[in-house]
Nanobody, 114 residues
Framework: VQLQASGGGLVQPGGSLRLSCVASGFTLDYYAIGWFRQAPGKQRQVVSC????????YWADSVKGRFALSRDDAKSTLYLEMHSLKVEDTAVYYC????????RGQGTQVTVSS
């Protein structure tokens, strides 16, 4: 069971970016999936936790209304759609099964800067 995040990059404030979380060894239906981020010198933060069973999603207050999730089951991929990006969104982003930080895969760097 493994998740791999990708799609990061450099974007200007106010811009958008879509991150991908690809599942290997399982389908998206079986696990809750969390997105986390960690900026240098800061504590990690839970960005979202999607629970397929009850079809609910937790969102951090700092990203509510700006970030959204979408999925492509044929590609076993969950996407984090990020809009109206702010400098403070700069971080390494990770996805993890069961919304468990300890099970995260390789992260992807998102840098928001002018």
């Amino acid at each position: 069971v493994q998740l791999q995040a990708s799609g990061g990059g450099l974007v200007q404030p106010g811009g958008s970016l879509r991150l991908s979380c690809v599942a290997s060894g399982f389908t998206l239906d079986y696990y809750a999936i969390g997105w986390f981020r960690q900026a240098p010198g800061k504590q990690r933060q839970v960005v979202s936790c999607y629970n397929n069973g009850p079809n609910t999603t937790y969102w951090a207050d700092s990203v509510k209304g700006r970030f959204a999730l979408s999925r492509d089951d044929a590609k076993s991929t969950l996407y984090l759609e990020m809009h109206s990006l702010k400098v403070e969104d700069t971080a390494v982003y990770y996805c993890a099964p069961s919304c468990n930080w300890d099970r995260r895969g390789q992260g992807t760097q998102v840098t928001v800067s002018s």
